[in-house]
């Protein structure tokens, strides 16, 4: 199974995301700096009684990019877009040829299919040129998860839906998706995550997913407490193959844990996990508030991460701890 726990464990592996992360969130080319996003009034003053909320922020992009624009499978299945694309295409190819055998020529394919270990998944399949291939700019994948558990331990509720924007081939092409109440939950790191709201991700390789966002809300519980955030201008990229998922992230988070004030997101430094591991392994991310203040997260190992904080925004970390990625979950 490829993945990571950093992204298993996370919102909307859907990606989405996804997300989904999406993200699922990644910059172009990654990097800071530039317009922080906000006014200063509207944005958190970052100081060492919040740097760790503040953390978690960017934590939440990057968990919500991988999960919108994964490319392996993971604990969610068949919740990446890769996943989503190919498992479900092919049970709407085999819906459409049903269809195409009794003679209709323009299909709208419904069935509820068994998930792999439990629930069941409704999936509705709008082929708009009725040949039986998701290949056509309009056409849709619905999909409604009903307790549904691919892997042993986690599972999926809630709607998503997915519009072809665009098509070229399965390695090129740009979906929309839509998410109504769209939930997952991981019993082993007793995480559960909730996703509304729409993206859209444009795959450009067999690997390579850029997600892109302006309406999207995520909420997630863990270790007993809740914090929900709400992305603006996310720009994501994740390039997930066999052995490692990379991540680049851009953009601006308000979050109920530093009431609704913003934050702006970033990688200076592309974030990347292997398949191997539960959490990152290099990488940085930074989380820039008003006057210059801001909180740096390095990847240290697969298990621990440098935190560091510029709490008066002049450019200098004063203060740098060393702590478990798990931590910021």
Known sequence: ??????????????????LASAAMLAACGGGGGGDSGGSSSTQLAITSDNATSAARAG?????TSEMAGTADNGVFGTSGINGIV???TRRAHSLAAHALAQGRSQIAASATVNCAVSGSMTVNFDD????????????SISISAANCVQDAGSSLSGAFTLTLNQFTSLTNLTLGLSFSNFSASDAASGMSTAINGSLTAARSSATLVTVRSDALTVGVTAKGSSHSYSAQGLVATVDANSTRTQQTLSGTFSSSDFGGKSVKVST?????????????????????????SAVKLEAVSATQVRQSLDANGDGTFESTVVKLWSELF
């Open 1 to 18: 199974m490829t993945g990571s726990r950093f992204m298993r464990a996370s919102f909307l592996r859907p990606s989405l995301l996804a």
């Open 59 to 63: 934590v939440a992009g990057m968990v």
């Open 86 to 88: 190919d498992l479900q």
């Open 128 to 139: 708009r040129n009725g040949n039986g291939a998701f290949d056509a700019v309009g056409e």
């Open 268 to 292: 200076p430094v592309a974030v990347q996990t292997l398949a191997a591991d539960d959490y990152p392994s290099s990488g940085t991310v930074l989380v820039e508030g008003s006057t210059g």
